[in-house]
């Protein structure tokens, strides 16, 4: 799934300006404030909306010239409760399932087996209107899965759960992605949880898009060691002076805990041997890791940057 330099206006607001980004395996975080355009990029991946420039391909075809094909293959659970109240959970999900051309019976079978699959087995006959939030959001996701679809978009599956309810349903998310086979795509404004289940995010800041790609490998940072040695803090600055006169910048976060920068891979070597002419018992040495958090807000202050 790709999107290349896509451009959408709403009238003469713009919302996406340029936006590309590519969508693999697994759980996909799609990040940004509230007004980013995260719903907007996933109507353009549903191919309800038209770009006005660009280009998107979702499983293979244009989802606006080939929509109802791409839509087959594709499950969404919009943001805002749109469910009938007075209309049983199973038969919700069944009149999506046969919306997407299973059989009746099939229908009604698959749409079972799926809710006892999201936690709703026995209240399945239960009007949706009777239906707690955290219940009703578990409706979204089984219509959202009930036919086996190969991609599926969530728009802020979590909103207004408490936070026994939002961990149950990161859970059921993690579960799609990584052991059902369903590619997801997670559109939310809330870090931790995109952290928590995801296996790579596209971040949106001022309609472009500031960040993507595999979350191992945006939180580590190829040119930063964290180095931990015995003897704490004098041991710690004493390293940063010697790493120092070998040319090498380091600074100390911690008794006996520093960052050393490493500008070419032939560094690790001089670390190495550093370490090992001082004498010091090393801790810990691996490569620096960042947060969501911290791409995140470094990644929108790049993308804020004049150019």
Known sequence: MRADAVVKRWGTTPVLAGASFTVGR???????ANGAGKTTVLGLLLGLHRPDAGTVRVLGGDPWSSGPDVRARIGYAPEYDALPPDVAAADVVRHIAELHGLPRREATGRASDTLWEVGLGEERFRPVGTMS?????????????????DLVLLDEPTNGLDPAQR???LELIRHVGHELGMDVILSSHLLEEVE?????VVILDGGVVVAGGALAELRTS?????VEVDGGAEQSERL???LAATGIAAHTIGPGRLVVTIAEPTMLD????TLAAA?????????????????????????????
Do not use: C
């Not at 697994?26 to 940004?32: D, E, H, K, P, R």
């Not at 190829?222 to 964290?226: A, K, M, T, V």
């Not at 810990?284 to 969501?292: M, V």
């Open 270 to 273: 001089v670390v190495r041997d």
């Open 167 to 169: 961990e149950g349903m």
């Open 222 to 226: 190829g040119d930063e060691l964290i």
């Open 196 to 200: 928590r289940v995801s296996d790579a």
């Open 133 to 149: 939030t955290g219940q009703r959001q578990r409706v979204k996701l089984a219509q959202a899965i009930v036919h086996d679809p």
């Open 26 to 32: 697994g759980v996909t975080g799609l990040l940004g």
């Open 279 to 307: 004498g010091m018992g090393v801790r810990r040495l691996q490569a620096r890791t960042a947060s969501l958090e911290e791409i995140y807000l470094e990644a929108a202050e790049r993308g804020r940057a004049p150019r």
């Open 240 to 242: 940063v002076d010697e």
